[in-house]
């Protein structure tokens, strides 16, 4: 079930957020870098998880921990999808790969099928400075959450 959500991510009452992130350790534009802001040791396992690992070999992985805000004391499990090989701010260019997003959004459902956990993702995963396709990705979304798992896909 996909419920839309007006406001920022982080204000979610979900218990898993996901989103993308990159193959190269680099967590340093959107949705990305405000987690690293307000919860550092989901940078730091995130981090962790990319080193002494070929980069092409992340593709399509997740990365799971769990942490609370240092100020809020509110918490996530958050999913690290390896959803791009790289990075970076060039116009035009689509770092997306659907196929290692769609993997990723797949672990993502199965776990909080078989947990009974809601998943909160931003409007546009993939799409802002991953290049993506939004009709693309939101199809996607759509049809693995096209059962009783709680998806809330919130626009900032």
């Not at 307000?38 to 995130?46: N, R, S, T």
């Not at 797949?106 to 400075?129: D, R």
Request: proline share 3%.
């Amino acid at each position: 079930m996909i419920i839309y959500r007006n406001g920022n991510i982080l204000s979610s009452n979900t218990d898993i957020l996901a989103h993308q992130v990159n193959c190269q350790g680099v967590m340093g534009g959107g949705l990305a870098k405000e987690i690293r802001t307000w919860f550092p040791w989901c940078y730091f396992a995130y981090k962790n998880f990319c080193e002494d690992k070929p980069p092409y070999d992340l593709l399509g992985k997740v990365c799971w921990t769990e942490e609370r805000c240092r100020t809020t004391g509110e918490g996530f499990i958050f999913a690290n999808i390896f959803g791009q090989l790289n990075y970076g701010r060039t116009p035009g260019t689509k770092y997306t790969s659907y196929a290692a997003l769609e993997g990723g959004l797949q672990e993502v459902h199965k776990y909080a099928k078989a947990t009974a956990y809601s998943v909160s993702m931003p409007h546009g995963i993939g799409c802002g400075l991953g290049g993506g396709d939004w009709k693309v990705v939101s199809d996607m979304i759509e049809r693995i959450f096209d059962d009783e798992v709680v998806c809330e896909i919130w626009r900032l």
